[in-house]
């Protein structure tokens, strides 16, 4: 598999922005998490165009990981700014 337990350590703490080292829950490292299968994801599709199953999950990963930033924008406007600079994602 393309995400092993160490690459999802590796993102988790180099997100920099997780409390500890088993901060999974977070919204900070489930942005980081889903920011990494999209870029997987829309590499994947860039060969295979026609791949319309993979098409569909990477449009619910980026749903995801975008009501995830829009609840970080209500709860902490800084948090939700520290992680767009953090991952270079544009708003």
Known sequence: MYLTT??????????????????????ESQIA???Y????LTEHLKVH?????????????VGKRRRLLNY???KDITRYRAILAALGLRK
């Open 6 to 27: 160490e690459k999802k350590q590796e993102i988790f703490s180099t997100s920099g922005h997780a409390k500890s080292a088993t901060d999974t829950g977070s919204a």
């Open 33 to 35: 998490l889903f920011t």
């Open 37 to 40: 299968r999209i870029s997987h």
């Open 49 to 61: 165009k026609h791949d319309y199953g993979t098409q569909l999950g990477l449009l619910k990963l």
């Open 72 to 74: 970080l924008l209500k």
